[in-house]
């Protein structure tokens, strides 16, 4: 399993970044980006070097854990899977290629693309002095248009971009980024009931292309959460001075919710069940929504089944039961 916390290559270059910049400017930038997020404006507002910074460091670090805890629960389902080649799609500060080269070290080919300017500029600052990602490449310009033009990676990945895409063209760059996967491809969003619109109508659409869900899902049917209830998943970061200063934040960690599908080619040679939510642990038994091949359904495991429950009261949201 890979830390949800930044690698220690990742915060030292951040860090040197940070010298000589103000951090209450940072804060006041950060603040102004996220607000045009939550308005459902995009990155176009990152458009500096102090924006671009300012963004990775409120936003680096939980985009950052919430792809780590999806491809850890890929890496769990795919134990055998060990991409050589990686394109990250909308890849901005390079988070998703950060965390899939920890995940993977396997990875050899970095590829890249954003339309963003100084989101770009920042991620070759920021791999300058990696051994593993100083040499990958990064392509300026507009997601279908670079997509078209990219060579098929065994892994792709698109963290936190398909939000800024109109809804008529999500399905376009679907296709286009399933006709670029050799292998795998891999989807994360926000954990918002919106978040988790956009990944079911994706699942459907990229299933309908011939994909099987690795991860979250055990099968590739029909979602069986009904509106108001939405799959996501929470994944904790521990938060570092200068996030906390950016953040104007009071306590050292966040909580992360996110919602993501990984497909692949090839169906999974597993496929168990996942803990929707966290299960609620009583004197009497644990109590567990569950995502089975089957549908929902609640596992009730009894106190006086010691050895069950003793393995139950370890089962945390977002988890595999075998
Ligand atoms: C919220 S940021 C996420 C960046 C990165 N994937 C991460 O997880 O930190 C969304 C990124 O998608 C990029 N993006 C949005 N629409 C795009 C498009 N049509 N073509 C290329 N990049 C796009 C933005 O420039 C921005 O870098």
């Known amino acids: 399993m890979t830390s949800p916390d930044l690698p220690a290559e990742l915060k ?9 910049f103000s951090r209450s400017d940072a804060a006041g930038r950060a603040a102004s ?33 919430a792809v ?32 899939a080269a ?27 002095d990696s051994t ?9 310009g507009e997601a279908r248009a670079e997509l078209a033009k990219a060579n098929a990676a065994d892994f792709v990945v698109a963290s936190y971009m398909i939000n800024e895409i109109g809804d008529a063209e999500q399905r376009a760059l679907a296709e286009l980024m399933w006709a670029k996967t050799l292998d795998t491809l891999l989807v994360v969003e926000p954990g918002t009931p919106a978040g988790y619109a956009r990944i079911i109508a994706l699942r459907d659409h990229l299933i309908a292309l011939g994909a099987h869900v690795a991860a979250p899902c055990p099968h590739d049917g029909q979602c069986p959460l009904q509106a108001p209830d939405w799959c996501h998943f929470s994944q904790r970061l521990q938060r570092s001075r200068a996030h906390m200063q950016v953040k104007g934040a009071e306590v050292p960690f966040e909580d992360e919710r996110f919602s993501y599908v ?15 939510a966290q299960p609620a642990t009583g004197k009497v038994e644990v109590a567990a929504k569950l995502c089975t091949p089957n549908g929902l359904n609640t596992a009730r495991v009894r106190r006086r089944d010691k050895a069950a429950y003793a393995e139950a009261r370890r089962w945390r949201w977002g988890d595999v039961v075998l």
Request: glycine content about 8%; overall charge positive.
């Open 33 to 65: 980006i996220s607000k045009t997020y939550r308005g459902g404006g995009g990155s176009g507002a990152i458009r500096s070097e102090a924006d671009a910074l300012a963004y990775a460091l409120a936003r680096m670090p939980a985009t950052y854990a």
């Open 68 to 99: 780590t805890a999806s491809l850890n629960a890929l890496v769990e389902i795919r134990p055998d899977f060990a991409p050589n080649s990686l394109l990250d799609v909308g890849a901005g500060p390079g988070t998703a290629t950060w965390a």
């Open 262 to 276: 990984a497909v692949s080619r090839m169906p999974p040679g597993q496929r168990p069940s996942r803990v929707l």
């Open 102 to 128: 920890e995940a993977f070290p396997s990875l050899k080919d970095f590829a890249l693309l954003d339309a963003n300017d100084a989101l770009r500029t920042l991620a070759l600052d920021l791999t300058r």
């Open 132 to 140: 593993r990602l100083r040499n990958l490449a990064y392509e300026r």
């Open 12 to 20: 030292a270059a951040l860090d040197g970044k940070l010298r000589g």
